[in-house]
């Protein structure tokens, strides 16, 4: 017999009080803290409960009493919806009022230690076009929103690309225009779509695994080049190998400016194409990304920071955080396709850059050798298998350690070996301050 669920409360007239993290904001009643997303510190809301543990609870806005004075309206027409992008209703410079304050937060109440005076937040010049990656996914089973549901209109084109909707892993939203990447990756979407549709083209269903169009993704870069790979499952060869090869050809003359036009063919049932050949339709298998006369490769598989012209600021503070004097070795760790590396370079003695993805590391040596860097050593291995004492002793002690780990934080082993490293200096790059503070704990 299946148990009654308890029914959740609804809370009236609830003030927004503060930002969390994953966009979410947070209200307090009687001690218990709620995470809310789409609304703003300022508002007074009714909240449902969806979910609720002993000392927080999950709620959704169903009623808004007073909108707050800082709130902005939202610039594209799907938001709420998508799931991206959402501190739209918050102005920019709100935003970095309130992440500087979670990171001060984070590093004084979790990692416990005494901190110089923390510089402002450079933010990001751009806020709108600023990415240089975006993934769409195909679907049959397009996701209607709630007001088009209400029109109680049978639509008869159900395919749709754009963007999966927050756990619904086989619902795509069909995105008409997004304000994350140039305009030019709305056009081209937008074009393939249409052309599919009009050429009856089969889009995939994720959860039987049949039809066609799987995934596009559009890299642009600084330099103005621009790389199209296009995901399809063919299982017969030459009638449907032919179709795909039709459509790859549409977008390549209809968009002359692409200049790397790549195609996967992935029949397996997920969506990573790590462990999948790319073959080139037109141009070169990859673009380049550029920072101070140094030129970086991005192939169809290469990790990049999403942000160009942020990524460019972010490594000239972190070089500027080193000291480097040309006499330094430095140890990057979790270096990636080696960008700090070589950045660094010039004003180092000699970096060492070691990262567990095997693929990245021989980007970041293409990557050195493309700009006649001499001073630089890769090595691929799990970085708590490699970073050891002995690895110190054969290759020497760090003047300088810069540190980019994922959002987990670092390994108590690499930690350890960072302690009986003694550099004279550490600089911490972190995408997460809550597991920085962690570890910062721990190498205090």
């Known amino acids: 017999m299946a148990r009654n669920r308890k029914e959740l409360p609804l809370l009236e007239k609830v003030t927004i009080t ?17 995470f809310v997303p789409y609304v703003v510190p300022g508002d007074v809301v009714d909240l449902q409960i969806k979910r609720k543990k002993h000392h927080y609870a999950e709620a959704v806005a169903v009623k808004f009493h007073e909108y707050s004075r800082e709130r902005a309206v939202p610039f594209c027409q799907h938001y709420g919806v998508c799931g991206g992008c959402k501190w739209q209703v918050l102005p920019y410079s709100e935003q970095i009022k309130y992440k500087q304050k979670q990171v001060t937060d984070n590093l004084t109440r979790i990692g416990k230690i005494e901190l110089p005076e923390i510089s402002p937040i450079l933010g990001s010049e751009k806020t709108q076009f600023y990415r240089n990656k975006l993934e769409y996914t195909f679907s049959n089973k397009r996701w209607l929103t709630e007001e088009e549901i209400k029109q109680n209109v049978v639509y008869e084109q159900m395919n749709a690309v754009g963007f999966h909707i927050p756990n619904a892993f086989d619902k795509v939203l069909a995105i008409e225009k997004c304000w994350l990447q140039d305009d030019i990756s709305n056009r081209i979407r937008n074009a393939v779509r249409d052309y599919a549709y009009e050429h009856n083209y089969s889009f995939i269903n994720l959860r039987t695994q ?66 999948l050949d790319v073959y080139t339709f037109k141009g070169k298998d990859h673009i380049f990304e550029e920072m101070e006369g140094l030129r970086f490769k991005i192939g169809p598989k290469s990790f ?44 180092a003695r000699q970096v060492i850059g070691i990262e567990y993805v095997p693929e990245a590391i021989e980007d970041a040596k293409v990557n050195a050798e493309i700009n006649g860097i001499k001073n630089t050593l890769f090595f691929a291995g799990d970085m708590k298998d490699m970073l050891t004492q002995d690895f110190i002793n054969q290759y020497g002690r760090p003047d300088v350690i810069i540190t980019d780990p994922p959002r987990a934080g670092m390994h108590q082993d690499v930690v350890d070996v960072i302690l009986f490293a003694e550099p004279k200096r550490i600089v911490y790059v972190s995408c997460n301050p809550a597991t920085q503070a962690r570890d910062l704990q721990l190498l205090d």
């Open 18 to 34: 503060d930002v969390a993290a994953e966009g979410k904001a947070i209200a307090k009643v009687n001690d218990l803290v709620i």
């Open 210 to 275: 049949e039809g066609m169009l799987r995934n596009m993704i559009i890299r642009t870069s600084t330099t103005g080049e621009l790389m199209v790979i296009l995901i399809a499952k063919i299982e017969e060869e030459v009638e449907e190998l032919r179709l795909f090869k039709q459509l790859l050809q549409y977008v390549a003359d209809t968009f002359p400016e692409i200049t790397s036009l790549l195609y996967i063919i992935n029949n397996k049932r997920n969506d990573t194409i790590t462990d």
């Open 304 to 347: 990049y920071q999403t942000n160009s012209e942020q990524a460019y600021n972010l490594y000239k503070i972190a070089r500027n955080f080193a000291g480097l004097t040309g006499k330094e070795l430095v140890y990057d760790l979790y270096t990636g396709t080696g960008t700090i590396a070589n950045f660094v370079s010039k004003q």
